[in-house]
């Protein structure tokens, strides 16, 4: 089992740049895929990147290709999301979460096992 912890959120403004960190818990975080995910109010929970075990494999979604970069540093048992050229869009409850099967980036939060509290970013416009 990993505990998962975010931070990093925050109030910024449009075109401004955050990164998110999730520090893990456990010895066995170089094993597990890793995702960011956000929920906006009265939305569903939506994928934003992956990322798989040994960092080589990542994956994006649509919105968010070419602003936001997701990376991992085994040593730390640290995931980031770096996101760049923030839109009010943007704002959202941003989750990180571990996949520990290890066989693909998955999009669906189905098939992420454990999940951080979330960390608030807010883009004004």
């Known amino acids: 089992q990993v505990q998962l912890v975010e931070s990093g959120g925050g109030l910024v403004q449009a075109g401004d740049s955050l990164r998110l960190s999730c520090a893990a818990s456990?010895?066995?975080?170089?094993?597990?895929?890793m995702g960011w995910f956000r929920q906006a109010p009265e939305k569903e929970r939506q994928f934003v990147a992956g990322?798989?075990?040994?960092?080589?494999?990542?994956r994006y979604a649509d919105s968010v290709k070419g602003r936001f970069t997701i990376s991992r540093d085994n040593a730390k048992n640290t995931v980031y999301l770096q996101m760049n050229s923030l839109k009010p869009e943007d704002t959202a409850v941003y989750y990180c979460a571990a996949d520990p099967k290890n066989i693909n980036v998955y999009a669906s939060r189905n098939e992420y096992d454990y999940w951080g509290q979330g960390t608030q970013v807010t883009v004004s416009s």
């Open positions: 456990g010895r066995t975080f170089s094993s597990y895929n």
């Open positions: 990322i798989n075990s040994i960092g080589r494999i990542t």
